[in-house]
């Protein structure tokens, strides 16, 4: 297995095509042994290169709630009282340790996207 690292864009596409043509490959066979590192080689890569900011948790918070088709008082569950879901929406009241929690666990929103400070400049 020969496995080189990725240096250039070049080589990126090129891994990427190779990925995708193992996307198939069983575990603990040759070709999922493979696929394994090279998508840690992508991963490396990508963290390198193409640095993401974490969304706002107020936008991530909607963002599910679109994905879901939700609407606020689906919310209450995790946040409290629905006057307590709208003032967290337009971003008047933080969100509290246990609302991240219930928000990671039923909704799978990165809990590393809603510990992050708000964004002051977007208003609601």
Known sequence: MEIRP???KADYRATLKE?????????????????D?????VEA???KHYRFDLPDP?????FRMEQKRMTPKDLVPMI??????????SRRRPLTLAMIQRLHGKLGIPAES??????????A
């Open 6 to 8: 990725i240096k250039t």
């Open 19 to 35: 990925i995708e043509a193992l996307m198939a490959a069983e575990p603990d066979t040759p070709e999922g042994e493979r696929l």
């Open 37 to 41: 590192v090279l998508v840690t080689l």
């Open 45 to 47: 890569y990508e963290n």
């Open 58 to 62: 107020v936008e991530a918070i909607k």
């Open 80 to 89: 409290g009282r629905i006057n307590r879901v709208y003032e967290v929406l």
């Open 114 to 123: 809603l510990i992050k400070p708000p964004d002051k400049r977007r208003a």
